[in-house]
């Protein structure tokens, strides 16, 4: 049977979502999937939003339902859950509907109190069949301090990943597809949320937004549609005839003092609903009573003031009915950004000696008064203050003087929450939890006493660990340097920065900002009289500098690695301590030359001996990189890939919660990658690089499908490589257009894609951004050069084959100089050159899958050898190369229609049908 897809739900969410309707564990599925247990339990979380169900038993129901061929419920992830009727708006409905259908960016317009949230939930719920890509309904009233992009990540299950920002992640998420994002309450953030809308409705044309705030965007393209009040002699009265008989299911009362009591509350309805909630306890003489005097102190002119001050009017009178106890918590509870759990109201706000039974009834008391909602999920309450009523709340903490003592016990609250979530890192639970609760862990740290402390810290440095695992990289990043900056100690700090420095390598900066925060962690550590610290520090710059060169803004000048090298050293002076002795001996064989990217064999051997005694994985994959580059400079692909295989089997020892880990995490990868593309080995090399698309840090998706393009294309995939062609180029333009040599290959291999397929614009296109991302051109072999050369091949142009030729034996250091050389010493045998003998046997030196099945065909052709042509065969079989293979049947006249059959299924257009 297949899953029906939830509304957005990834292919491989998909996957998952079987596995648990099977009741696998989180292990088992990461087993059969070959993937993370970190990244099924992203999944997981992802699939709970989608779902907008509890837990991991109600998605592993779903599953089973759906397999069964029972329809399975789709919700806006966010969406609100209804807790009262919805009364009135027909109008107001039908009219934003009509826009939105319209419009791409809808603003709902209104004072506070006049129901916008309410009725963007009702379109919300209603537009939904005609987005079935889905899309989030976004809560911005706790999102303070800009952080609009992680509450909208957070409601669509998205994270990010190397060279790929959260914007980006969403604007991904989102794509081309009709998809509705609801951004409930900007006023506070409007900054933010409207160059923000810009960028989705920019690079998203298939998706709308709703928002509702008290004033525009300003965003160009805005269909700002007001929201008044209720109409009065209808929709308000029975807004409160409805509210007043939940609260009291016996309520009747004169119609005329409730069309009279609506009138007076401007048919605003929040304070007609506080008012209703009051029916129960003061009958209708004595709410009309009441209400009468408190209006009085207000009255004056008419309009959208007015009704605001009848709101705040409302508000106070509601909160001056409140017993002592009552209003003690009701203002203790504005210092919560965010909807808060029972146990969080009495551990940060209630008063001393309360028990926990005592809070609940206070709550639900404020609950019935509608000062409070409430949010039952699963038999878990969670209960939050309204923006207006939040904002009035505040004013009265203030007056009372509580604020800084609360506020306080508020930051306490927090830290400890947060040191008690990093120990459940390895379940699917604290996914959740802090995604409730980050807010309210961001607002604590944001208005902690300046300067070093102990709670701020602590708080900071759990909440920078919790944001780099839930994958919010750039906050991990800024929460690392706050921690640093309030550490009571230097040597606190230092750990701090140095943590910062891996979170800066998982981002995607291998180079500038890495070293200097682990400068300024060395020179903490310095302070601190840690001076293993200080060495490990200092050690690690210099390996960045020589590793990752590419990422600086100027080159460090070698002299100066040098000093800070032995400057290390000199701090390790007399250090038993294995790890800083590792460290050291990896940065002694990175900065053993002044070559960029090159590594000392025989110290690269020292140190792998030297981080094998640390038995520490990330210690040991670092070393193993340096051996593997002085293996790349010396042209042993083999050897290279043997070291690759042996840093990927380290890579489940590795912490994923870890930001130590980061580095070698993302890098093994990558350079896994390149290895079995450097040995040929196209099977291996999609595999790598589906494993990078499916890991929660290492695959951003730009990176992850160019990682794929390549060998997909090499192995006669076309179409697949077609369809991730845009992705991969579109990500990359989103990502600010970096210069990276890892973009290019791909990039050429789509033009080979168009080149063989007789389309000779999209292949100039292709071709000149495989240019485009390297600046220009180098005047050495690259991709490019073999692109060009396999062309002239398929095509017999060999007008300019000697150039060429040239160019592709002008090899450098890296994975592509074997199918260059194998690409330009055929094309040598086809143009007839002199020399063609002499450079096939170069070519054939090298130590590569393809480049052997390539020479082979080459060899056939200069020798007219049929069983060199029949290896070539087996050769490209082996390695699943689908397009090469059909080429080399060409060569064989018994074989021959079957090459065309086959290169006529690839699209491939026939050297003989050019024009």
């Known amino acids: 049977m297949t899953v ?3 509304a957005g739900a990834s292919k491989r969410e998909i996957e998952v979502l079987v596995m648990l309707g099977a009741r696998l564990s989180n292990a088992d599925i990461a087993g059969r999937l070959h993937i993370s247990v970190r990244t099924v339990e992203h999944h997981v979380s992802a699939l709970l939003r989608k779902f907008g169900v509890a837990d991991r038993r109600a998605l592993a129901e779903l599953a089973v339902q759906a397999q069964a061929g029972a329809p399975v419920p789709r919700r806006l992830p966010g969406l609100p859950p209804a807790l009262t009727t919805f009364i ?23 004072p506070g109190g006049m129901g916008k949230t309410r009725l963007a939930g009702q379109i919300a719920g209603a537009a939904g069949p005609s987005f079935p890509s889905g899309g989030a309904f976004v809560d911005l009233v706790p999102a303070r301090g800009g952080y609009v992009a992680q509450a909208v990540a957070t409601a669509l299950g998205v994270s990010e990943r190397p060279q790929q920002s959260l914007e980006d992640a969403v604007v991904e998420r989102l794509g081309e597809s009709r998809s509705l994002l609801v951004l409930d309450n900007c006023e506070h953030v409007i900054d933010v949320v409207a160059p923000f809308a810009e960028r989705v409705l920019a690079a998203c044309p298939g998706t709308r937004i709703l928002a509702t705030s008290r004033e525009r965007l300003g965003v160009r393209g805005e269909r700002a549609v007001p929201l008044g009040p209720l109409p009065l002699a209808s929709d308000a009265e029975r807004l409160f005839i409805d509210r ?7 309520f009747e009362a004169d119609p005329v003092l409730i069309a009279k009591l609506c009138a007076q509350l401007d048919g605003m309805p929040l304070a007609i609903e506080l008012a209703a909630a009051r029916s129960a306890t003061l009958g209708e003489d004595g709410l009309m009573a009441a209400l009468d005097d408190q209006l009085r102190l207000v009255a004056g002119g008419r309009g959208a003031d007015e009704r605001h001050r009848s709101l705040r009017a409302v508000i106070g009178w509601s909160h001056d009915l409140l017993d002592d106890e009552e209003q003690a918590l009701f203002r203790r509870l504005a210092v919560f950004a965010g909807a808060f759990n029972l146990t969080a109201a009495a551990a ?10 005592a809070v609940a009834d206070v709550l639900g008391r404020l609950a019935d008064k509608s000062l409070v909602s409430v949010h039952r999920r699963v038999g878990a309450a969670r209960w939050r203050l309204l923006q207006t009523v939040r904002a009035f709340a505040i004013e009265r ?15 306490r609250w927090a830290a400890d929450v947060a040191t008690e979530l990093e120990t459940r890192l390895d379940g699917d639970e604290w996914y959740e939890e802090f995604d409730g609760v980050a807010d309210d862990l961001r607002a604590a740290l944001a208005v902690a006493p300046e300067g070093p402390g102990e709670l701020p810290h602590r708080l900071a440095q759990a909440l920078a660990h919790l944001a780099y ?6 906050e991990s990043l800024g929460h690392y340097r706050t921690s640093a900056e309030r550490a009571p100690a230097p040597g606190e700090a230092a750990a701090d920065l140095y943590a910062a420095s891996a979170v800066s390598h998982a981002i995607g900066d291998d180079g500038q900002r890495p070293f200097d925060l682990l400068l300024a962690a060395a020179q903490r550590a310095r302070a601190a009289g840690d001076r293993g610290a200080t060495a490990t520090a200092l050690a690690q710059a210099v390996t960045t500098a020589r590793r990752h060169p590419a990422g600086f803004t100027a080159e460090v000048p070698y002299e100066r690695l040098r000093d800070l090298l032995d400057e290390a050293a000199s701090a390790a002076d007399g250090s038993n301590d294995a790890v800083v002795a590792a460290r050291l001996a990896e940065a002694a064989a990175w900065a053993a030359t002044s070559d960029r990217y090159e590594a000392d064999p025989a110290l690269a051997e020292a140190a792998v001996a030297a981080a094998r005694a640390t038995g520490d994985p990330v210690l040991i994959s670092a070393a193993l990189d340096a051996m593997a580059t002085a293996d790349i400079v010396a042209g042993r692909g083999a050897d290279v890939r043997r070291i690759m295989d042996e840093r990927l089997t380290l890579l489940p020892a590795m912490s994923r919660h870890d930001p130590n880990a980061a580095p070698e995490i993302v890098d093994t990868y990558r350079m896994a990658h390149l290895a079995a593309l450097g040995v040929g080995d196209l099977p291996a090399a999609l595999s790598i690089g589906q494993r990078t698309m499916d890991d929660d840090l290492a695959g951003s998706s730009y990176h992850s499908a160019a990682l794929l393009i390549t060998p997909l294309v090499l192995s006669g995939r076309f179409d697949e490589a077609l369809r991730m062609a845009g992705t991969a180029w579109e990500g990359w333009r989103r990502a600010g257009r970096p210069r990276t040599g890892t973009m290019s290959p791909p990039m050429a291999a789509v033009a080979l894609v168009h080149g063989l397929r007789g389309d000779d614009d999209a292949y100039a296109l292709w071709r000149s951004r495989a240019i485009e991302v390297i600046g220009e051109l180098p005047p050495h072999s690259t991709f490019v050069s073999m692109v060009d050369a396999r062309l002239a091949v398929h095509a017999g142009r060999v007008e300019d084959a000697a150039a060429l030729v040239r160019l592709t034996f002008n090899g450098t250091r890296s994975w592509s100089p074997p199918y260059s050389r194998a690409a330009g010493a055929e094309l040598a045998v086809v143009a007839g050159l002199p020399d063609a003998p002499e450079l096939l046997s170069a070519a054939e030196r090298q130590e590569s899958a393809w480049a052997a099945a390539c020479t082979a065909r080459a060899r056939g052709r200069l020798d007219g050898d049929t069983a060199a ?3 070539a065969v087996a050769g490209w079989e082996h390695i699943g190369a689908r397009f090469e293979r059909a080429s080399t049947l060409l060569l064989l006249p018994d074989r021959a229609a079957e090459g065309r059959r086959e290169l006529g299924a690839l699209g491939v257009e026939l050297p003989a049908q050019r024009v």
């Open 4 to 6: 029906v897809h939830p």
């Open 88 to 110: 009135g708006r027909s109008a107001e409905r039908e009219h934003l509907m009509e826009t939105l259908r319209g419009a791409r960016l809808v603003t709902l317009v209104g």
């Open 244 to 250: 007043a008989t939940a609260a009291d299911p016996g």
């Open 348 to 357: 940060a706000v209630s008063p001393a000696g309360s028990t926990r039974g």
């Open 397 to 411: 903490l203030d007056i009372s003087g509580e604020r800084p003592e609360i506020q306080d016990r508020h930051l």
């Open 469 to 474: 695992t839930r994958r919010f990289l750039m």
């Open 869 to 871: 042509l029949t290896a």
